[in-house]
């Protein structure tokens, strides 16, 4: 159960700490171009293995992805003054490749799992170069909506006073401004959204719903706001896909995948609610949507494919 995580900035690190405190690996090597980023932070985590569960955290480098079911690719160069979002995604490209060929050299069965931003696109990139590599694309896992996903379920729990775990609720598409929340499917123990709130008398309106949509969709513009980066809930979303994949467990997660066809939009990169287990991903389920959220998801993968046309016609 070793996991890989390359690039150990905020995300990467919280994703260890996370994986170490849910037992969910025996060893995380931690891989940053940073050398000495990479070793302060994995003795910091290791410093915190007494308290929580013995794992072997360490800094490390591609030869230590020998032996590892799942790597984590959190490494990303960020956006220099002067420079595009283009630039930057064409840059981020490049460090995938590097990246990828590197891991694939020591150890071709391996499970990608992306987080770099933007989730969709990178993950998007990484599945075409892997593909090069003879990698197939239900072992390249974009951390997608996960997250958004929790955000959804954490407020809807608050509303309800119904422990978020057991609220399902999904949050699809664009892990960005576009991702849509699909309330039409909102299950709680088995019930209803609308069942449930009539029957345990829960105020809701359209106000209610606006402020936990823009909750969600907005969350990432808050927290960045009040401390310059997002890496707990993200950390938390990474150590549950390392445990889901490393204990073949089969939980259902809202995933970026490359899909063929979503709404008529072909070939896009996007989350949508997915089996995961050992073998990385083991299918996409087929959600029930209504006219409104079909629209949305469309109008989302539209804008993400159009992304990925900026992006391949620049290169
Ligand atoms: P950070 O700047 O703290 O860390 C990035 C690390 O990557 C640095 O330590 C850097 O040295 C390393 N790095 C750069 N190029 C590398 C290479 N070629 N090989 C190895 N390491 C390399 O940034 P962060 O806050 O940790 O964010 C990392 C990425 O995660 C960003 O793209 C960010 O937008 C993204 N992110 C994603 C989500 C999500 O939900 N998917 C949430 C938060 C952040």
């Not at 090069?132 to 309800?160: M, Q």
């Not at 009539?198 to 106000?207: A, G, L, Q, V, Y």
Request: proline share 2%; net charge negative.
């Amino acid at each position: 159960m070793k996991v890989g995580i390359i690039g150990s900035g905020m995300v990467g690190a919280t994703s260890a700490f996370a994986i170490m405190m849910r037992k969910a690996a025996s060893d995380i090597v931690l891989i940053d171009a940073n050398e000495k980023r990479a070793i302060a932070e994995a003795q910091d985590i290791m410093h915190a293995v007494p308290f929580a569960a013995a794992t072997d955290v360490y800094a490390g480098n591609y030869d230590d992805l020998k032996d590892a079911k799942i790597v984590v690719i959190a490494a990303g160069a960020n956006q220099k003054p002067g420079e595009t979002r283009l630039d930057l995604m064409e840059k981020n490209a490049a460090i995938m490749k590097d990246i990828i060929s590197k891991t694939v050299a020591v150890n071709p069965n391996i499970i990608f799992l992306v987080a770099t931003n933007p989730v969709d696109i990178i993950t998007h990139i990484c599945v075409n170069i892997a593909k090069e590599f003879g990698i197939p694309a239900t072992r390249i896992i974009g951390s997608g909506t996960t997250l958004d996903t929790a955000r959804f379920r954490t407020l809807l729990g608050n509303l309800i006073g119904v422990d978020s775990q057991n609220v399902h609720a999904y949050v699809i598409g664009e892990h960005g401004d576009s991702e849509v929340l699909t309330w039409s499917n909102i299950d709680i123990g088995g019930v209803q959204f609308e069942d449930f709130i009539e029957f345990r008398k829960i105020e809701f309106s359209e106000k209610i719903k606006e402020q936990i949509d823009n909750g969600v969709r907005n969350a990432a513009y808050k927290i960045i706001g009040g401390k310059g980066s997002t890496y707990y809930g993200i950390g938390g979303a990474i150590a549950k896909l390392v445990d889901v994949i490393n204990r073949d467990n089969r939980a259902v997660l809202t995933i970026s995948t490359f899909m063929e066809d979503v709404e008529g939009v072909k070939n896009v990169t996007l989350s949508l609610p997915h089996i995961i287990g050992g073998e990385g991903d083991l299918g996409v389920l087929p959600i029930s949507l209504n006219a409104k959220e079909k629209m949305l998801l469309k109008k989302s993968a539209e804008i993400i494919r159009s992304k990925i046309d900026e992006f391949e016609n620049k290169i």
